[in-house]
């Protein structure tokens, strides 16, 4: 298969070369594709040409692959009208559909020009090189942003209207789980959605670090277009500004800066003005529908589709979502979760006298330690990322052995107060509106973050005492 697409994108490389839009003399008798990372939908290739330096950069959908983002010749066509908007962009080379282009070994593909930079967001937030880039990169994505915003949504047939949030709801209403929290805040969504009078503008849709290229100076190119839609450019910022796209950095904007930053670089650049509710607003939409993706993952894994022991851990990560989402409509503070965290029970002894010893736990902790050691020296890098992935899984797994029984007990009671008999029901409830009275809402607020506190001291308890570090 590989030798089959080596020898399509010579032919594709030969063309390019010809119409001037490749300089390579002469013209690459075949071409080398150095397999990269990808999504689930599209492989991504470094092209190789003799005698030349930067390799181009080509996605190839993958074989079978669902069509759940925009076709390669929508987002080509996009690419180029925002780079001749002025943003900084990967420039596309040509794609399947555009300029008479058929497909590659019968799928369909785009090439684009390499671009150096950084895309890892731990890197961007910490390594000294980009000292000077973490200074002005808040200002960089507020120009990039109101110049994509102002892209003419006539030059890009085939984009669709969205609305993340109606997204999010038929997720949750599709899939079998119930999250109370995230039924919370899709509520306060619907009573609090903007009254913004607004054309329907390019959103670029996942407008966050590892979908920009960071060199030492700032941004150097927008990447990964493939969710770009029509709707209200606030999304974007309000994305940015998502907690989970902070990696660990202090500031609201992905970690880097302060949100009024963004918002006067975003006017200054010609962007329609944004408020701070707005914002606010498209950030609590946006943790929500972050909610929604670490479900569906997790459900990818569950279904059977892909099993794979990454995506069920995500499914794990909701929780962080749900203490976010607190956080901003104001239930969560560092007091009341300071105060919810400190009601918990304490770890309870494993009952050793049926199985004797080695208990579960134990049990547990001798196999956390073992891919801690053998199993992560000797492996590669995938490998060696996934073994830390079960590290922590089975950290989790043990501290729900221990504090499981009484966080079990006391969420039994807590639903019992509220009239109801388990989460499901609480779900329901809250989508009807049942608890909307202001003594009641109270109670369900606290029960949430209760809920939610105990959930982080099983799933990752770090989450917990982050937030803590960042509210001193």
Not at 61 to 90: I, K, W
Not at 199 to 211: E, I, S, W
Not at 284 to 293: C, D, E, F, S, Y
Request: some cysteine; proline content about 6%.
């Amino acid at each position: 298969m590989d030798d089959d697409l080596s020898a399509a994108v010579t032919e594709v490389v030969r063309g390019l070369v010809d119409r001037g839009a490749v300089a390579a003399d002469p013209a690459p008798a075949a071409v080398r594709l150095e397999r990269l990372s990808g999504g689930a939908s599209r492989q991504t290739w470094f092209v190789h040409l003799d005698g030349s330096g930067a390799p181009l950069v080509l996605q190839v959908a993958r074989p079978g692959a669902l069509a759940s983002s925009l076709p390669f010749r929508t987002e080509a066509t996009l690419v180029r009208a925002a780079d001749a908007g002025g943003v900084p962009v990967a420039a596309v080379l040509g794609a399947e559909g555009l300029d008479g282009a058929g497909p590659l070994d019968g799928r369909p593909w785009m090439l684009s020009r390499f671009v150096a930079g950084e895309t890892i967001a731990r890197k961007i937030l910490r390594d000294e090189p980009f000292a000077e880039a973490r200074r002005r990169l808040v200002a960089d994505c507020g120009r990039a942003l109101a110049a994509i915003h102002a892209v003419d949504v006539g030059r890009v047939p085939g984009l669709r209207a969205s609305d993340p949030v109606a997204e999010s709801a038929a997720i949750l209403a599709a899939i079998d789980e119930p999250h109370p929290v995230l039924e919370r805040a899709l509520r306060w969504l619907d009573a609090h959605r903007p009254d913004r009078d607004v054309p329907p503008a390019v959103v670029h849709g996942d407008f966050r670090l590892g979908n920009l290229i960071v060199d030492g100076d700032g941004l150097a190119a927008v990447i990964d277009w493939e969710l770009a839609h029509l709707g209200d450019p606030a999304e974007d910022l309000g994305w940015l500004c998502v907690k989970a796209w902070r990696f660990g950095g202090p500031g609201e904007v992905a970690g880097l800066g302060a949100a009024a930053d963004l918002l006067d670089a975003y006017v200054a650049a010609g962007g329609v003005p944004i408020d701070g509710e707005v914002l606010r607003w498209w950030t609590v939409a946006g943790t929500l529908r972050w909610g929604a993706i670490c479900m569906v993952q997790s459900h990818t894994h569950l279904s059977g589709a892909n099993r794979s022991v990454e995506l069920a851990a995500i499914g794990r990560r909701v929780c962080e979502v749900e203490l976010d989402l607190l956080e901003l409509l104001g239930v969560a503070t560092p007091d009341t979760v300071r105060a919810a965290a400190a009601a918990a029970a304490p770890a309870e002894p494993d009952d050793a006298d049926l199985h004797a010893r080695p208990t579960a736990r134990e049990l547990l902790a001798a196999v956390g330690e073992w891919v801690a050691g053998p199993v992560t020296d000797g492996a590669d890098g995938r490998v060696r990322y996934h073994a830390r992935v079960v590290e922590r899984v089975l950290a989790m797994v043990e501290r729900e052995l221990a504090l499981g029984p009484g966080q079990r007990q006391r969420h039994a009671a807590r639903l019992a107060r509220l009239g109801v008999g388990d989460e499901a029901a609480l779900a329901r409830a809250i989508r009807a509106g049942d608890l909307d009275g202001s003594a009641r809402a109270a109670e369900l607020d606290a029960a949430l973050l209760a809920t939610t506190v105990d959930r982080l001291l099983v799933a990752n308890p770090s989450y917990l005492q982050l937030d803590e570090e960042r509210a001193r």
